[in-house]
């Protein structure tokens, strides 16, 4: 979403994440109608909305110690 600071915010961290993990990053504005569908479907009550492997991994201000977590969880799985 425009003018939006924890959306610029969860780009930034992301951003820096992708030199740890890799990541493919796709944004979605959520006034489209594909971002009202994953939004309706994940539950995101504001942006920005996040998913991790098409899951719904959180929305709002984004917790980078819990993303952490969940891609370390994954890249020992892969």
């Known amino acids: 979403q425009q003018d939006c600071a924890h959306c610029d915010d969860a780009k930034r961290m992301l951003e820096r994440l992708s030199v740890e993990y890799p990541l493919f990053v796709g944004v979605v504005d959520l006034s489209s109608a594909e ?4 939004a309706i479907r994940g539950g995101v009550m504001f942006p920005p909305g996040l998913f991790l492997d098409g899951e719904s991994f959180s929305y709002g201000r984004v917790s980078e110690r819990k993303l952490r977590r969940a891609l370390a969880q994954r890249a020992a799985l892969a």
């Open 35 to 38: 971002g009202q569908e994953l």
